[in-house]
C-alpha cells in the first residue's frame, strides 16, 4: 500500500531521527561484520611457533651434522685400536686417532672423554667398541627454554683372528756374545711377545715357539723317532752324568746335492733341506762333541799322574770305572793321533748346544721366563 501526504513524510521523519539515534554503534558492527586484513592477524598470533619449528628444524640439523662428524671420527678411532688390538698402547692410539679426525671445537660442544671397551663373549671373535657424546649448544631453540642438547655415538669393530703361529729361530752363536749383542736380542724377543699378548697373561688363539740355535739346535725328547742313533753309543742315552748325557742337540741334515767347485754358482736345490739322504729316512743325526769318537779312552791310558775323582789326591786308574767318561772328554787325539789333555776345561759331549727348544705355548710367562734364561 502507498502512502501519500503528510502521512507519509511523518514515517520518513521517525527513520531519520531513529538513524540519528543510533549513529554511534554502526561503525563497531561494520567492524565486525569487515574481514579485510584478517591474515595479518593470524600470521601475528602464529608467528612465534613458525620461529620455534624453524629454530628447532634448524638446531636438529646441526645436530645429525654434529653426530655424523663424531661418527667419522669415531670409526677411524675404532680402525686404528683393531689394528693394535693387544699393544699396551692402544688405548693412547685410538685416543690420538680419534683428536685427527674430529675438529677441535667443533660447534662449540663439549665432548664426553672416549669410552673404550673391550667385548669378550664365549665363542664369538673379541670386539672393540668405541663411544663418545656431545653436549651441542643450540641457536634458536633457547626460545623455547632449552639450551643445549646431547649426541651420542659408537663405532665398533670386530676382531677376525684365526688364530697365529709363531716360531721365533734366534741366533744364540759365539759371535752374539759380544757388543751387547745377546741382550738385545733377548730385549727384541721379549718385546714382541709384550706386543703380540698386549695385557693378556693366556690367548688361546696365539701360539709361540722359541728355537734357540748354535752350532746345533737342541730338539730334546720332541723329536725322538726322527732321529738317525745308529753308529752312536749306547750310553750316550743312559748316562746319570748330566755332563756326559746327551742334551738332545741334533745336526742339520746334509743333502744329496753336489757343490760346484766354482763359488760363483749354487746348484739349484743345493741345500734343500727336504732332499735329506734316503739312507736314513730323512732322520737327523744327534749332536756330539767329536771328542767322542776321536778318544780312544776305554784303550788309551790317562796322563799321569791324574788325581782319581774317587779318590782326591791320589793318582786315577785306567780306565777309571763309572768315571772314565768324565777324563775321555778332557782327552782327545792331536792332528797326529797323539793324545791331547785338557785337565781345565770338561767339554763333554754337548759343548755348544744351546738351550733346548721351547714348543708351542700360548703362556706369556712362560715365553718370558724362557727368553730371560736360554738367551745367555
Not at 531521527?17 to 569487515?34: H, M, S, T
Not at 693387544?86 to 669410552?115: C, K, V, W, Y
Not at 787325539?333 to 793324545?339: A, I, T
Request: glycine share 8%; proline share 8%; with cysteine.
Amino acid at each position: 500500500m502507498r502512502l501519500t501526504g503528510s502521512r507519509a513524510r511523518s514515517r520518513n521523519t521517525a527513520r531519520s531521527q531513529l538513524r540519528q539515534q543510533a549513529g554511534w554503534k554502526l561503525p563497531y558492527r561494520q567492524l565486525l561484520r569487515d574481514q579485510r586484513g584478517s591474515a595479518i592477524t593470524w600470521i601475528a598470533v602464529s608467528l612465534i611457533p613458525l620461529l620455534l619449528a624453524f629454530g628447532a628444524a634448524t638446531d636438529i640439523a646441526r645436530g645429525y651434522l654434529f653426530r655424523s662428524e663424531l661418527s667419522s671420527a669415531l670409526d677411524a678411532a675404532a680402525l686404528a685400536g683393531g689394528r693394535v688390538f693387544n699393544s699396551p698402547t692402544r688405548d693412547e692410539d685410538i685416543q690420538r686417532f680419534f683428536n685427527a679426525n674430529f675438529p677441535t671445537g667443533f660447534m662449540n660442544a663439549t665432548l664426553s672423554p672416549l669410552d673404550i671397551q673391550v667385548i669378550a663373549e664365549p665363542g664369538q671373535p673379541e670386539r672393540l667398541r668405541v663411544a663418545a657424546s656431545g653436549t651441542v649448544p643450540t641457536l634458536f631453540m633457547k626460545l623455547a627454554g632449552i639450551d643445549s642438547f646431547s649426541v651420542a655415538a659408537s663405532a665398533e669393530v670386530t676382531r677376525a683372528n684365526t688364530g697365529l703361529q709363531l716360531v721365533m729361530v734366534l741366533d744364540t752363536t759365539g759371535s752374539m756374545a759380544w757388543g751387547g749383542k745377546i741382550e738385545a736380542l733377548r730385549q727384541a724377543s721379549q718385546d714382541l711377545v709384550d706386543i703380540l699378548f698386549g695385557n693378556n697373561t693366556t690367548n688361546d688363539k696365539l701360539q709361540i715357539a722359541v728355537v734357540p740355535y748354535s752350532q746345533a739346535v737342541n730338539v730334546g725328547d720332541l723329536g725322538d723317532a726322527f732321529i738317525d742313533w745308529s753308529n752312536i753309543p749306547p750310553e750316550i742315552r743312559s748316562e746319570g752324568n748330566d755332563n756326559r748325557r746327551w742334551a738332545g742337540c741334533v745336526q742339520a741334515r746334509s743333502t744329496p746335492g753336489v757343490l760346484s767347485d766354482d763359488p760363483t754358482i749354487l746348484e739349484e736345490d743345493a741345500y734343500d733341506a727336504n732332499l735329506a739322504p734316503v739312507e736314513v729316512g730323512g732322520k737327523w743325526k744327534p749332536y756330539i762333541y767329536p771328542h767322542w769318537y776321536d778318544n780312544p779312552y776305554r784303550q788309551l791310558p790317562f796322563p799321569l799322574p791324574q788325581q782319581n775323582p774317587l779318590d782326591p789326591g791320589h793318582p786315577a786308574p785306567s780306565p777309571l770305572p763309572g768315571v772314565a767318561d768324565e777324563q775321555a772328554y778332557r782327552a782327545g787325539k792331536g792332528p797326529n793321533g797323539e793324545l791331547w789333555w785338557l785337565p781345565w776345561g770338561n767339554r763333554g759331549p754337548n759343548r755348544n748346544c744351546p738351550a733346548r727348544v721351547l714348543p708351542f705355548t700360548s703362556d706369556k710367562t712362560v715365553l718370558k721366563d724362557y727368553l730371560a734364561t736360554a738367551l745367555v
